[in-house]
């Protein structure tokens, strides 16, 4: 009787073994086709470009296919700029503050290919995107909305989530100078209170404007404001002298920069990654004054600015395309 049991057991065993390993020589799961842009808290996907006043910068978006097993034939997936989304997501976000929507990227700001094939035997590829960005005016968020586009006659599926089937990229053109600084050295006084408690932001966001110049917002003035526009400051490095210099557009703002302020350029490969270069971009010296003539209705509020700004830039050396190299 012990032999027959254990006979059954074995043969059992033999049985269960074998269809397990038959189960992995077939698919597990759908050949569905994604774009690799994980979203942020802002419902997109932030992508890094360098700034070019002429010529063309190139972003790499992966598409990728999923399964357990490869697929036996090339893929050739179709993309397309996909408004509709874009209108949804400007809504949900900002209700009628429409002076935040993002705003979609036009045609004449970048070029891509309508398909893209994955060849066979792989899982992923690239979507090739040029960007040309001159006089792009980033006060306003661009962002470019793709999506893979289905129909009966593909001879692939997209993936069933929203968000790996579309990509909302939101388009961040950069140079040597601009980013987030560290904002604690910048001093914000009520003008003629110099002595008084001064008001500090912790972070103060830099966008470009051309090779060598960034601009930011005027005091406690953030990208969320109606009227940011009207309190652009804008700076210019020059790097043989290292003199930056500020100015304004608008002339209500009564923008008044003093003195000569100067930056500088240290470079430290960090102690635990050697490979790994910290950069750190010093803009002393900053003083100017302006006014506020849209916060108060009917109200003008004048303001000093005094102090020094940081940004810290990682770079990995151990990637050659110097632009990809930037750890953000």
């Not at 006979?7 to 269960?16: E, K, N, S, Y």
């Not at 296919?65 to 036996?72: E, R």
Request: aromatic letters at 14%.
């Amino acid at each position: 009787m012990m032999k027959k049991s254990n006979l059954l057991f074995i043969l059992a065993a033999f049985i269960f073994c074998s269809a397990c390993n038959d189960e992995w020589k077939e698919e597990q799961y759908e050949h569905y086709v994604s774009f690799k842009a994980p979203i942020n808290d802002q419902g997109v996907t932030r992508i890094y470009v360098r700034y070019k006043t002429e010529g063309v910068a190139s972003y790499k978006l992966p598409l990728v296919v999923s399964g357990s097993t490869l697929y036996d034939k090339d893929i050739t997936a179709h993309v397309a700029v996909d408004s509709d989304t874009l209108e949804t997501l400007n809504f949900e976000r900002f209700q009628n503050r429409t002076d935040l929507y993002y705003r979609e990227l036009g045609s004449s700001f970048f070029t891509m290919p309508e398909n893209v094939t994955i060849p066979a035997g792989e899982i992923t590829t690239e979507l090739g995107i040029d960007f040309t960005l001159d006089e792009i005016d980033l006060a306003d968020k661009w962002v470019l909305p793709l999506t893979i586009k289905e129909d009966a006659s593909y001879d692939y599926t997209t993936n069933p989530r929203k968000n790996y089937r579309k990509a909302l990229l939101r388009v961040m053109p950069f140079n040597d100078y601009s980013g987030t600084y560290s904002g604690t050295g910048l001093k914000i006084f009520l003008r003629g209170y110099e002595n008084e408690a001064p008001i500090v932001r912790s972070e103060i966001p830099t966008y470009v404007v051309d090779e060598n110049t960034i601009f930011f917002y005027a005091g406690m003035i953030g990208e969320d404001d109606f009227y940011r526009k009207n309190y652009k400051i804008f700076a210019h490095f020059d790097e043989e002298t290292k003199i930056v210099t500020y100015t304004a557009e608008d002339s209500n703002i009564e923008f008044e920069a003093r003195g000569t302020s100067i930056f500088k350029i240290d470079e430290i490969m960090d102690d635990v990654r050697p490979y790994l270069l910290h950069r750190y971009i010093t803009i002393n010296n900053i003083d100017y004054t302006f006014t506020d003539y849209t916060t108060v209705p009917e109200k003008t509020i004048s303001f000093t600015v005094r102090g020094s700004l940081i940004m810290e830039r990682k770079i990995n050396t151990q990637v050659p395309d110097q632009d990809q190299a930037i750890e953000w």
